[in-house]
């Protein structure tokens, strides 16, 4: 019963020091950005449910990237990162910002799962190429690297 108890209070404080580790006001983190690019011939050999998901994954990452680009390209970034103080107020408009970000993604994935498979082939992976030609951009940022 001692070992469960010992256990038990070492996980709690593990998950309480990542919790708290975390940083706040993090315009946006790396788990919402896309992490390879594809050729055309790539994504012809792919079947329409396959590109759908890519188009998806690539809309998520400019949906969640274009607001703060004019601050950063980076993912991870604070607010004191980007030379802004951080007070309560600004953390909340960045994590009230992420989280209805958040919701209104999950309509949007509705509107494309439930419209994009009446487009024509062609046309998703022609999508698909151009989502990726702007997060290349946006990636560069006025850095001009990657």
Do not use: C
């Amino acid at each position: 019963m001692k070992k469960i108890i010992t256990l038990l209070l070492i996980t709690l404080t593990f998950s309480s020091i990542s919790a708290q580790t975390k940083k706040k006001g993090v315009f946006f983190d790396n788990d919402k950005l896309i992490n390879r690019f594809h050729t055309i011939d790539e994504l012809q050999d792919l079947n329409k449910g396959a590109l759908i998901e890519l188009y998806l994954e690539r809309a998520r990452e400019i949906f969640v990237v274009l607001p703060y680009l004019s601050l950063t390209n980076k993912p991870g970034t604070s607010l004191s990162d980007a030379g802004i103080k951080e007070d309560s107020d600004k953390i909340k408009i960045v994590e009230k910002n992420n989280e209805i970000a958040d919701r209104a993604f999950v309509y949007t994935t509705n509107t494309i799962k439930e419209l994009v498979p009446y487009s024509d082939t062609d046309k998703i992976i022609w999508a698909v190429l151009y989502f990726e030609e702007m997060i290349k951009k946006m990636r560069l940022g006025k850095e001009g690297n990657i």
